[in-house]
Every structure is written in structure tokens, then in C-alpha cells.
């Protein structure tokens, strides 16, 4: 199985800050790499499929970037909406998995 | 748009089975895979199954083969959950997802989701 491994567990930031998380595959699984944002109490929401693409209707401020083994997702200038959880998951191969998770707390 | 809708909580019994429904809206159930993920009390997200459901194939996480079963029914355009043997272990919250396949990029990605089905197992 291929793991996935997410820093920070959590962060806090302000308001109008930039902030990354990244993600790292046990293998290179090239860009077959997605996030997810899930809020409390809420099902995971597509933000970014295959490391870089944006998904409709998500703000521009969310990046994604890498390949290989290592991946980046950047949200800048930070809103309130964007407390969060996010998660990355690798689509590389089966059994489809799931980094732990970044808790992204706005101060 | 496409929408999954999920079946209400469930409590049960350790030994018990349990089945949740998804149903889908806004799109023909038969053109994409839909997958079941569980995220366990203030835990992460875990791949349980996925169904094809043209074929009604299906593949299963080798932690859950034995007590898994996804089903599909294309008349009401719903598919099934159903995994027996419960424990207290199993007392999550149960997620739909539709897979999606790029054209011009490569992977697999699930949208959307379903709300979320909670099962409580509890003695």
C-alpha cells in the first residue's frame, strides 16, 4: 500500500496569510495526487485533482504543486472560510489512500 | 448536478450488519464508479470499496474482504453498503463518492460525496 504523510498535523495563521501543506507519497505515484477540504460536521469537498488542477467553482487562492513523491497545497491570503481540514489522497494505484489529515485554524 | 443522498444514522449491535444506500441524482448511475469511504470518530478518511456499477463489479480493501458487500440497483439508480460482523471498531461515519476519471489528466477523484451515513455500534 502506498502511505501518505501530511505537515503539519495543524497550523494557525492570520487572516491574508499564505500558507502550505504538504504531502508525501511512500512511492512516486507521478501527479496522481488529489486534496480534499472537510469542514466539521460536513462530507470532503475536491479542491485539487491530479497535484495542479483547480476544481470548478474553487477559489484561486488553493494550489497544488509537485510530482513524484512530494506535493505542496498552498491557500493564500487565508479566509475565515478556509478553517478546515485537508486531506491529500494518492490515486496511483489501489488500495486508494489518504494522507492524516492538516488542521488549518485561522488566529 | 449531480447529487448522492444517503440513508439516515444507524445504531446496532456488535455481530450485527448494517446496509447504507446512496442514491444518485443529476447524472446516469452507470458512467462512473462510485467508492465507499468511513472516517472513524476524529480520524482520517479510509477506502472501503468500489463498485463498477455498469457491471456491477466491485473490488474490496483487503481489510474489509469478507464483510463487504456494495451492490447496485440501476433501476433507482442507488447503490448499497452492507457490512456484517460489526464492532465496536466499525462506529463511523460512512461516505458515497463518485469517481471521476480525467480526459486530459491523469488520476482518479471523488466528487461529489454523499452527506454521510453515522452507524453507531454499541452494545
Known sequence: DIQMTQSPSSLSAFVGDTVTITCRASQTISTYLNWYQQKPGQAPKVLIYSASNLQ????????????????????????PEDSATYYCQQSYSAPWTFGQGTKVEIK | ?????????????????????????????????????????GQGLEWMGTIN????????????????TVTRDLSTGTVYMELSGLRSEDTAVYYCARGNFGVNTPGLWFDPWGQGTPVIVSS
Open chain 1, 56 to 79: 470548478s467553482g474553487v477559489p484561486s487562492t488553493f494550489r497544488g504543486s509537485g510530482s513524484g513523491t512530494d506535493f505542496t497545497l498552498t491557500i493564500s491570503s487565508l479566509q
Open chain 2, 1 to 41: 448536478q449531480a447529487q448522492l443522498v444517503q440513508s439516515g444514522a444507524e445504531v446496532k449491535k456488535p455481530g450485527a450488519s448494517v446496509t447504507v444506500s446512496c442514491k444518485a441524482s443529476g447524472y446516469t448511475l452507470a458512467n462512473n464508479h462510485m467508492y465507499w469511504v468511513r472516517q472513524a470518530p
Open chain 2, 53 to 68: 456499477p455498469s457491471g456491477g463489479t466491485t473490488s474490496y480493501a483487503q481489510k474489509f474482504q469478507g464483510r463487504l
